[in-house]
């Protein structure tokens, strides 16, 4: 079966730039997670998707940053106005529920010029 | 600060004996715990995991053991193949924010031959 697909795979913009991230994650899997990964680091939680329920959005870094999931599936996070501190591995994650492991996509690398 | 340490950057084992990957972490309400390999270019994959109850949890050559009093897992690779050569988190979840996992920064594993 498909796992968790994301596109694009690699992106390259200029400073200033608004860029849109794409996850489409296993089917039936309710709960999707978006992470982000910087060199050297491990993952860091951004924004949380369980069902119908409100996202938790704790994570993100600022108010540039904002993600949505339509249809309680495919998932897209938008990064408006990127610094080059936003450079970094964005990755995708799905589950079938709470407190199961998560299953991740392969990421889109983020370079900001 | 860091709730989840992995204090080796890396580890290099002959093919055939063991590998011993350590985590600590500091937070004593994380009750569930899990090991990721990631592969360069995809997304971590999920290994093995355990819950607080238990102080082991075996799947073929993967073990995992909890040491709840000194704060410490350890995931043991047993015999070590090349293909084990990856980079290998460790994770972790708390009772009180039970999707929310704090990832370390990962161990890079060498397989020699």
């Known amino acids: 079966g498909a796992g968790v697909s994301q596109s694009p795979s690699n992106k390259v913009t200029e400073k200033g730039k608004d860029v849109e991230l794409r996850c489409d994650p296993i089917?039936?899997?309710?709960?999707l997670y978006w992470y982000r990964q910087s060199l050297g680091q491990g993952l860091e939680f951004l924004i949380y998707f369980q069902g119908n329920s409100a996202p938790d959005k704790s994570g993100l870094p600022s108010d540039r940053f904002s993600a949505e999931r339509t249809g309680g599936s495919v998932s897209t996070l938008t990064i408006q106005r990127t610094q080059q501190e936003d450079s970094a591995v964005y990755l995708c994650?799905?589950?079938?529920?709470?407190?199961?492991?998560?299953?991740f996509g392969d990421g889109t690398r983020l370079s900001i010029l | 600060d860091q709730q989840v340490k992995q204090n080796s950057p890396s580890l290099s084992v002959q093919e055939g004996r063991i590998s011993i990957l350590n985590c600590d972490y500091t937070n004593s309400m994380f009750d569930y715990f899990l090991w990721y390999k990631k592969y360069p270019a995809e997304g971590p994959t999920f290994l093995i995991s355990?819950?607080?109850i238990k102080d082991k949890n075996e799947d073929g050559r993967f073990t995992v053991f909890l040491n709840k009093s000194a704060k410490h897992l350890s995931l043991h690779i047993v015999p070590s193949q090349p293909g084990d050569s990856a980079v290998y988190f460790c994770a972790a979840s708390a009772r009180d924010s039970n999707y929310q996992l704090i990832w370390g920064a990962g161990t890079k594993l060498i397989i020699k031959p």
């Open positions: 355990i819950s607080s």
């Open positions: 994650a799905s589950s079938p529920g709470v407190r199961q492991p998560q299953h």
């Open positions: 089917s039936g899997h309710t709960a």
